[in-house]
Nanobody, 123 residues
Framework: QLELVESGGGLVQPGGSLRLSCAAS????????IGWFRQAPGKEREGVSC????????NYADSVKGRFSISRDNVQNTVYLQMNSLKFEDTAVYYC????????????????WGQGTQVTVSS
């Protein structure tokens, strides 16, 4: 069974940090770009960040630049999203997805999706 599983979400105060993980089972992430997307209540899903299969290329949405950092460990078959200086507007369900090179943030190209993990920023 091919799947992605996100973890690491939770409740955090503004200014706090969380690290999300995206672990793959049943297939190798080595050949895929991995994107993080999020969907806030009442809003469309949006791209947050992505990392190329080699790890050499990363991209970020303007809203998270300088606060979020994406990385990957192909040995562990896992991708991480370090989120610092969290804001109320970062509250959303965060999804990771595997897709072909260079298509982020177009989620239509992303083939495998996780079930999502909730991030809530609240005081």
């Amino acid at each position: 069974q091919l799947e992605l599983v996100e973890s690491g979400g939770g409740l955090v105060q503004p200014g706090g940090s969380l690290r999300l993980s995206c672990a793959a089972s049943g297939f190798s992430l080595d050949y895929y770009d991995i994107g993080w997307f999020r969907q806030a209540p009442g809003k469309e899903r949006e791209g947050v960040s992505c990392i190329s299969s080699s790890g050499r290329r990363t991209n970020y949405a303007d809203s998270v630049k300088g606060r979020f950092s994406i990385s990957r460990d192909n040995v562990q078959n896992t991708v991480y999203l370090q989120m610092n200086s969290l804001k109320f507007e970062d509250t959303a369900v965060y999804y990771c997805a595997a897709g072909p090179y260079g298509q982020w943030p177009d989620e239509g190209f992303y083939r495998y999706w996780g079930q999502g993990t909730q991030v809530t920023v609240s005081s």
